[in-house]
């Protein structure tokens, strides 16, 4: 296993995700596998911010570790997507890392970004949400986990349509070429983006990723 690179003293993010009821999914083991095929494909696109890629940890729960927050949103979307209608949670960790960063997998790290991770998933587990962001003492992020809180509210029900409908929206995609590639009518997107208040889940992600990343001193 290669270990490369220390981060003391930084801000980094620790994304973890867990499958929701997962002892109970039909058909399980095809779920876990769309799941490592998800994962991979994000693992697979070139990019900066994914310091420690996406990493399976217990059979229904995996982690990464990002150096930006830009990402994080969309590529929950699209693994919320891939195992659909099978729900998954995510967690949002800011913190320091206090050992070198494992480019290989998201294991062996340790640090307090892990720790609000994990502690931040276990208290997910108690609600009925998708998502909660953690960040150190002192730094307020309540009115961000009641945004996600609103957020998890609407897509609870999705169907997949929605979620490529909404990907589409975030990619600035038009709304003619997600009509063709969904085969439906432009006025069935724009009927859809309304319907699921989706301009506002989208300027929800985004200020919420400004306001990480004033955390982490990016701004």
């Known amino acids: 296993m ?5 981060t003391r003293n930084t801000q980094k993010i620790v994304v973890v995700g867990d499958l929701v009821a997962s002892r109970s999914i039909p058909g399980r083991s095809a779920v876990q596998n769309e799941l490592k095929a998800a994962l991979k494909g994000l693992n697979g696109k070139k ?7 996406y990493t399976i940890t217990l059979g229904d729960e995996f982690q990464a570790v990002f150096c930006g927050a830009e990402r994080i949103f969309p590529d929950a979307l ?4 891939a195992i659909h ?18 480019r290989k997998q998201a294991i062996g790290m340790d640090g307090p970004a892990f720790h609000l991770a994990r502690t931040a998933i276990e208290g997910l587990k108690r609600t009925k949400n998708l998502f909660v962001l953690a960040a150190p003492a002192g730094i307020d992020v309540a009115l ?6 609103l957020v998890s509210h609407l897509v609870r029900k999705w169907d997949r349509n929605q979620f490529d409908m909404l990907l589409g929206a975030f990619d600035r ?12 009518t432009d006025k069935a997107v724009y009927k859809a983006v309304e319907a ?11 200020e919420i990723t400004l306001h990480i990343r ?3 001193g990016d701004v």
């Open 173 to 184: 995609h038009p709304v003619k070429d997600i009509a063709v590639d969904l085969g439906v």
């Open 47 to 53: 990019r900066s911010d994914l310091l420690s890629p």
């Open 144 to 149: 961000a986990n009641g945004s996600l809180d």
């Open 214 to 216: 004033q955390i982490m």
């Open 2 to 6: 290669e270990i490369m690179g220390k």
């Open 85 to 102: 209608p099978v729900r998954i949670r995510f967690s949002f960790g800011i913190g320091r890392i206090d050992t070198p960063i494992n």
């Open 196 to 206: 699921g208040a989706m301009k506002t889940i989208i300027r929800i992600f985004e």
């Open 78 to 81: 699209r693994i919320m997507r």
